[in-house]
């Protein structure tokens, strides 16, 4: 059977569902944040160590940038904080896109 789906080319590559600057940047802070920790020296503050405390830091600016390049517009974000906060009822009715599915594929007939 021929593939039939659109090839949208407006989409990025993505891996892991991460554009590819996304995904770097998230290996470059767990890379950069690993090799600080095991260079620095121990940096005692109040009876602990800070070295934890920067790499997660320095870690946690690779998702920080994913979360804020996730989409250009402010409009975006306004999205998605209501699609975890707000309440949401969904009611089945038509397939607002009837052209995703094949039409002209035989089925079969069961009867009970």
Not at 24 to 35: C, K, N, R, W
Not at 60 to 89: D, K, M, R
Request: one cysteine or more; proline letters at 8%.
């Amino acid at each position: 059977m021929e593939d039939i789906t659109p090839l949208n080319l407006e989409d990025q590559p993505k891996l892991f569902g991460l554009r590819y600057d996304q995904l770097v940047a998230i290996l470059a802070g767990l890379m950069v944040s690993t090799q600080l920790y095991s260079w620095l020296e121990p940096i005692p503050f109040a009876g602990q160590d800070l070295r934890l405390d920067v790499a997660i830091f320095l870690f946690l600016l690779g998702p920080l940038y994913c979360l804020v390049t996730l989409h250009n517009s402010a409009s975006q974000w306004e999205n998605i904080l209501n699609f975890y906060f707000a309440s949401q009822v969904y009611i089945p009715g038509p397939d607002p896109n009837p052209t995703r599915f094949l039409l002209d594929e035989e089925l079969l007939d069961f009867c009970e």
